[in-house]
């Protein structure tokens, strides 16, 4: 199985096949469900971004104020050098466990395979709760943790759902991009959709 944890696995697949890859989605099968919870002069995270179009084309569609953070310097220094026309487009090496951010810093944080990455490695429960106090750190009051996933809620929402985040958990499905765009996604069948988990900060301490 893939090192997905590990930073040196990103560095070598990034050296070796520079290209863009998108993981589960394109924004094109995002849009709808982004509009819905994030504006588009927010300040927006993309936590564990790579060489994903996902930020291109949330700028090319109006959300440009965009910090991109990434483990692997190979492809922060690929996306400094892609991306240089696009001034509020930022690029930093940054782990999501430790990020460099003060406290509310961003009104949404986009995760597209991140924590499941995550979950790959060693001491992944640890890590990914120390991502998830980061990213509530950060976030705004009523700020959004939007996590694109392959993970069904019986596993993800363990994570997620933790009283010292105080999120208001939401999930919402949309079927794989291999799926017909006409075909009505049988949401009992995992294999045909994908998760977004949207997280929103404060307001849901005392809900049930």
Known sequence: MAQYGK???????????????????RYSGLRDLIAQYIQKDDNILMAGAGNSRLSEEMYDDGYTTVANVDISRVVIDQMLDKYRDKPTMT?????????????????????KG?????????????NVAKMCQEVSRVLK????????SY????????????????WTVTVHQVA??????????D???????????CC?????ADAE
């Open 151 to 166: 993970g069904v809620p019986d596993n993800r929402l363990n994570y997620l759902e933790n009283e010292d985040y105080s």
């Open 114 to 126: 991140t924590l499941d990455s995550i979950l790959c490695g060693e001491g992944s429960t640890a």
């Open 91 to 111: 690029w930093q090496q940054m782990n999501m466990c430790a990020l460099e951010f003060p406290d509310e810093s961003f009104d949404a944080v986009v995760d």
């Open 176 to 185: 794989k991009p291999t799926v017909s765009a006409s075909a009505v996604p």
């Open 7 to 25: 930073t040196s696995y990103w560095d070598e697949r990034y050296t070796k096949d520079p290209e863009p890859f998108d993981w589960y989605q």
């Open 187 to 197: 949401t009992k069948d995992a294999n045909s959709v994908h998760y977004i988990y």
């Open 200 to 204: 929103v900060k404060g307001g849901g």
């Open 141 to 148: 009051p009523s700020g959004v943790y939007m996590v694109i």
